[in-house]
């Protein structure tokens, strides 16, 4: 079936520590999209990235970096320069603008 | 910066009312719009959209309405269910393919 997939569901990092969360889409999609959602809060666009080898900064993207080299995979680190990681991240795809955006069920990182 | 936004964060109804769910924007360049629906711990559904060319949409219980003159979109849901009770976020997509989402409202249906 096609969707868009995030693993793992659940992690767990020391702090100080860099974490790669993953997002795979099979949507055949240009855009894919990072969200951070915090209890009883809206979703917060971290980075965004229209074309293979491209992505734009969102309204929060200090403290992460991304990468886009297929475009199948948009994984997003979490690294130890942002301060307060522990959060719900949602990634999402869209075939074009103007058209639905598809979410995977999202990542939940806690950071001990 | 220009963000979408909800009206009110909770909005309590009773099984087989109708439900109203209000939304702001502040973008007057946005022409598409999204709302969601989000159930706990999971990712958004895709409720409905609009493009800005129409005033008015219907879908399967659910009718989204958009005022581009105040600014304003609305969902109604018709003949709310406890399966209804999730939270609803409204998204516009602005310039660049960004899709900006709203804060939620949270919707509870009492049986």
């Known amino acids: 079936d096609g969707g868009i997939t995030q693993s793992p569901k659940y992690l767990f990092r020391k702090e100080g520590q860099n974490v790669t969360l993953s997002c795979e889409q099979n949507?055949?999609?240009?855009?894919m999209y990072w969200y951070r959602q915090d209890p009883g809060q809206g979703l917060r666009l971290i980075y965004y990235?229209?074309?293979?080898?491209?992505?734009q900064k969102g309204d929060i993207a200090e403290g992460y970096s991304v990468s886009r080299e297929k475009k199948e995979s948009f994984p997003l680190t979490v690294t130890s320069a942002q301060k307060n990681p522990t959060a719900f991240y949602l990634c999402a795809s869209m075939k074009a603008r103007g058209t639905e955006a598809f979410f995977g069920q999202g990542t939940r990182l806690t950071v001990v | 910066g220009e963000s979408v936004g909800l009206h009110l964060p909770t909005l309590s109804v009773q099984e087989g009312d109708n439900s109203i769910i209000n939304c702001a924007y502040s973008?007057?360049?946005?022409?598409?719009f999204i709302w969601y629906k989000q159930e706990s711990g999971k990712g958004p559904q895709f409720i409905i959209d609009?493009?800005?060319?129409?005033d008015k949409r219907q879908g399967q219980r659910v009718t989204v309405l958009l005022n581009k003159t105040v600014k304003h979109l609305s969902l109604q849901i018709a003949a709310t269910q406890p399966g209804d009770s999730a939270v609803y976020f409204c998204?516009?997509?602005?310039?660049?393919?960004?899709?900006?989402f709203g804060k939620g409202t949270t919707l509870s249906v009492s049986s």
């Open positions: 949507l055949n999609h240009d855009a």
């Open positions: 609009i493009r800005s060319n129409m």
């Open positions: 973008n007057s360049a946005s022409d598409y």
């Open positions: 998204a516009e997509n602005q310039a660049g393919t960004a899709l900006i």
């Open positions: 990235s229209q074309i293979v080898n491209d992505f």
